[in-house]
């Protein structure tokens, strides 16, 4: 059974009931440990060693977290600036991260149809996410597919129902699975 982190950015959390039902369906799962940065860190005042701590001990590491400009919130940007140091995470003697499993769980209230290149956004959704892969591979980790809620606005009770369920049963192959390289992005 593999260690799974998820870390939770979210800086309207109250507000968004995608995001608690995501977060509900994961809540209490054996060996599966939610973070969320907004509420440990208010003032953006990260300890790096205790996030480094967690980091090693996980095998797989979900960046949950909605779309904020094409990006992730500002305290997810900056947990990536600060606790991915250099010959920690990636460069000389950065190998703490090597062999891990990592993907972006992200919401977007833009529907699946806007993230396409003839959509609103004019580029696919993996395409914002690029700067995440390039992170996963600096520091020798594998990313995986991410796992999209789209149109996050008009949602119904019921598909968002079938979104929590995915994403439970999503972190429990990750952490169960035996062979979960066909999760591989691209």
């Keep these: 059974?593999?260690?799974?982190?998820?870390?939770?950015?979210?800086?309207?959390?109250?507000?968004?009931?995608?995001?608690?039902?995501?977060?509900q369906a994961i809540t209490g799962l054996e060996n599966i440990e939610i973070r969320d940065l907004y509420e440990l860190?208010?003032?953006?005042?990260?300890?790096?060693?205790?996030?480094?701590?967690?980091?090693?001990?996980?095998?797989?590491?979900?960046?949950?977290?909605?779309?904020?400009?094409?990006?992730c919130p500002p305290l997810m940007k900056q947990w990536i600036d600060l606790v991915l140091e250099f010959a920690w995470a990636y460069g000389p003697g950065g190998i703490y991260l090597k062999g891990?499993?990592?993907?972006?769980?992200?919401?977007?209230?833009?529907?699946?149809?806007?993230?396409?290149?003839?959509?609103?956004?004019?580029?696919e959704i993996g395409d914002f996410l690029r700067p995440f892969e390039q992170t996963a591979r600096l520091c020798h980790m594998h990313?995986?597919?991410?796992?999209?809620?789209?149109?996050?606005?008009?949602?119904?009770?019921?598909?968002?129902?079938q979104k929590a369920h995915s994403y439970k049963e999503l972190l429990?192959?990750?952490r169960d699975g035996d062979d979960i390289s066909h999760f591989q992005n691209r």
């Excluded at 996030?51 to 960046?63: D, G, Y």
């Excluded at 209230?109 to 609103?120: C, F, L, N, V």
């Excluded at 990313?143 to 129902?161: C, M, N, R, S």
Aim: net charge negative; glycine share 4%.
């Design 1 to 23: 059974m593999r260690k799974v982190l998820v870390l939770f950015a979210h800086p309207k959390f109250e507000h968004s009931e995608v995001n608690q039902a995501l977060i």
């Design 172 to 174: 429990l192959k990750l």
């Design 100 to 123: 891990k499993y990592i993907l972006n769980a992200i919401t977007t209230g833009g529907s699946q149809e806007a993230y396409q290149h003839e959509g609103r956004n004019n580029y």
């Design 41 to 71: 860190y208010p003032d953006f005042n990260i300890s790096i060693q205790k996030e480094q701590e967690a980091l090693f001990e996980a095998e797989v590491v979900i960046w949950h977290h909605p779309i904020y400009w094409y990006s």
């Design 143 to 161: 990313y995986l597919a991410p796992f999209h809620v789209a149109g996050t606005h008009k949602i119904t009770d019921q598909e968002l129902l």
